[in-house]
DNA sequence: GAACGCAATTGGTCTGACCAATTGAAAGAA
DNA sequence: TTCTTTCAATTGGTCAGACCAATTGCGTTC
């Protein structure tokens, strides 16, 4: 019964934590350093062997903090090269949304609602708030659609490319984040029956719709043709996964 | 007995982020057990040093895996006990939200407008789909908010509660989820100045208005009301934080 | 000067051990 | 019997050191 006795206690304790576990420890302080603004997005943060010794836990500990920072996408790990504060435009992870569709059964339906309820908003925003600059990124979406007409993976693309356009110009970016982490999910589901569809002119005249509504700083208008394109988007998804019956009908529940 | 069995093989990759090989297919097979609904709310996954051996990784990248999981709160680990599906209602954790504010300099402002913006479009569908159990709850909470007029964190509470309420009753859980999510970073902004705060009648008193629409069914009416409260609501708070001006300025970025 | 190659840096993984919380069954008391 | 106490097995949490793999930068070579 030989013991190896490894004796070890830190005393961490620093800046106001309550709970004991190490991996917390280190969310807390990467969080700290964040609020404090010595951590700026797209700076790289310390070696985990330094950053483990500085906070006075293991490397395991430490990975498993710098892991939690990475699934909610604060933190960019680069193999061999180091690990980065997430920099670019706000956004929100999309998978943790669609880990919740799986588990509770969200149907395309009511996530379709979700999405119409926030662009809607997002739309009346940016018909208050867009600069030339939003109008002209959202101008070049809109001809990119139209030029992909006959290519509907291409078309996808842009179609996205001014929904994003369109939360940008918002100028509100948690409502942006929550406009992409939602169109994410979607957008998914859409990639497997895009190539069915046969509405896209009719869905791409109606962007340019939304895009003259907000020219015109017509916040009612931008509502009410988002409202209505997503509606008819919503139809058009339905048509097409209907066509498909048979494959996979993996997503029905109705459970409460 | 319930010995779940998982074939190794070719990742399905879904979110492109920074996880590693092994992490990945962790993260993928538990998916895949959850979208095959071989895994269900509140079950209880295999002990992390069986499931190791079943997916051939080690146990450090299984937890890897399972901490990315819990981080996107898909699962819950209870020490002593195992690790388990998270079950309960569908909820997005605030603190991806938390961190991007901290990381973006998210102004009071703009998660009011996001607040906002998410509510009001709750609020319309709640009226629209709200049943008799739901209007139940919200009326439990309406009188319980009333009851604690002279209790500022039991206020807030029941506060809170109500605008819960409204959102499971708009029969959307992702609407839900994303509007819970908001008010969980405002709430945590608003515990630290709720005490001086003096309009709390005026404020309940909105929320018996934007209940009373959602009962007559009146869609209109309850955007009306709930946009004219929460922009009552972040004029409130705002006086709050500038009572408080000279303490803790931590929160206002400008990007210049 | 450009292309190649090697070595240092750094994240990713593995192994095995020990610590700590939980649980449930065995032992003991009422 | 029934309840309480005790303790050992189970299981997640952490640690340590080693090695693998991707990246980067510098020095060599042509």
Chains 1, 2 share one sequence.
């Not at 293991?58 to 990475?70: E, K, N, T, V, W």
């Not at 992409?180 to 046969?198: A, D, F, H, N, P």
């Amino acid at each position: 019964m030989t013991s190896i006795k490894i004796a070890r206690f830190q005393p961490v304790n620093s800046s106001g934590n309550g709970n004991g576990l190490m991996t917390e420890q280190v969310v807390d302080q990467v969080r700290l350093l964040i609020q404090q603004g010595k951590l700026r997005p797209g700076d790289r943060i310390p070696p985990e062997r330094e950053l483990a010794r500085q906070l006075g836990v293991s490397r395991a500990s430490l990975r498993s903090g710098l892991r939690y920072l990475g699934a909610i996408g604060v933190l960019n790990s680069r193999h061999g090269s180091g690990n980065f504060i997430a920099d670019g435009p706000p956004s929100l992870d999309g998978a943790p949304l669609n880990m919740l569709a799986a588990l509770h059964g969200f149907t395309t339906r009511k996530m379709f609602e979700a999405r119409r309820s926030v662009e809607v908003a997002v739309a009346g925003l940016a018909a208050e708030h867009a600069t030339e600059e939003h109008l002209r990124i959202m101008a070049e979406e809109l001809t990119e659609t139209y030029a992909a007409l006959d290519n509907p993976q291409e078309y996808l693309i842009h179609d996205f490319g001014f929904h994003r356009a369109v939360g940008v110009a918002s100028g509100n970016p948690i409502l942006s984040s929550i406009m992409e982490m939602i169109s994410e999910v979607l957008y998914q589901r859409r990639c497997k029956t895009v190539g069915r569809s046969r509405d896209l002119k009719e869905s791409v005249d109606m962007h340019r719709k939304i895009y003259r509504a907000i020219r015109a700083r017509n916040a009612d208008a931008a509502r009410a043709a988002m409202s209505e394109h997503l509606m008819m988007a919503e139809q058009a998804l339905a048509a097409e996964e209907l066509s498909e019956s048979g494959s996979d009908e993996s997503n029905q529940s109705a459970a409460t």
